[in-house]
């Protein structure tokens, strides 16, 4: 199946889903649909794309703020973290888009041991408490998007100023020129070797994410 294809099933499935009308007959299609697609693998650029076509902007932009935050075949110079890229089964993906208004905190999809289900969790959510939870995943690239989403509580945002991972933090700034423009400053520096790189921060570091399966 094609990308585009992809998306457009995707698209279809989401209609058929919430065209169920009710939670309970909603969750019974989107179970369905898990299975259909369980063997259907998608990057996180397919959350992008769907974003898109629901125009989504909220999510669609925290998908496509990921760009330079996974490794490619070649290293990009002076780019910000890298990361493996992810993939998640289709029909999760399409489940938590389709229902990601029914999520709660104790949501399994919150624990999946695959990021690539909590970053779908993370870029779609307007929940602060789910939030609020993913702000201590593991992986730098959930946090990243914590950091970044407009519904994150701002007591969480001044933690994750505190993460050890640059992107994190700066992401917290947005918004914010000229602390961005500040936080750069001492970036440059630091590549520069003027100042010492300070021992509690991840520079560079490598997301856990690159040391499981």
């Not at 125009?55 to 780019?79: A, H, P, R, V, Y």
């Not at 992810?86 to 888009?97: K, N, V, Y």
């Not at 001044?158 to 423009?181: E, P, S």
């Not at 001492?186 to 997301?207: K, S, T, V």
Request: with cysteine.
């Amino acid at each position: 199946m094609s990308p585009e294809e992809q998306v457009q099933e995707a698209l279809d499935a989401i209609e058929w889903i919430q065209s169920a009308g009710k939670t309970r007959r909603e969750l019974m299609y989107a179970d369905k649909v898990e299975i259909d697609y369980a063997n259907e693998l998608v990057s996180v650029w397919f959350l992008g794309a769907v974003f898109n076509e629901l125009g989504n902007m909220e999510s669609e932009m925290l998908i496509n703020d990921l760009q330079t935050l996974f490794i490619n075949e070649m290293k990009i110079e002076d780019e910000e973290w890298f990361h493996p890229e992810i993939f998640l089964p289709m029909g999760t993906a399409i489940s938590i888009i389709a229902n990601i208004e029914y999520v709660s905190p104790g949501s399994n999809w919150l624990r999946d041991k695959n990021p690539g289900v909590r970053i779908a969790v993370a870029s779609s959510t307007t929940n602060p408490e789910i939030l609020s939870f993913l702000s201590d995943d593991p992986c730098m690239i959930v946090r990243t998007i914590v950091a970044l989403n407009v519904f994150t509580p701002e007591k969480i945002k001044l933690k994750l100023r505190k993460d050890q991972f640059f992107d994190v933090r700066r992401r917290t700034l947005y918004g914010d020129r000229d602390a961005i423009r500040e936080f750069d400053e001492i970036r440059r520096a630091i590549n520069a070797g003027e100042i010492e790189i300070p021992e509690d921060d991840a520079w560079p570091g490598d997301c856990i994410c690159r040391e499981v399966d």
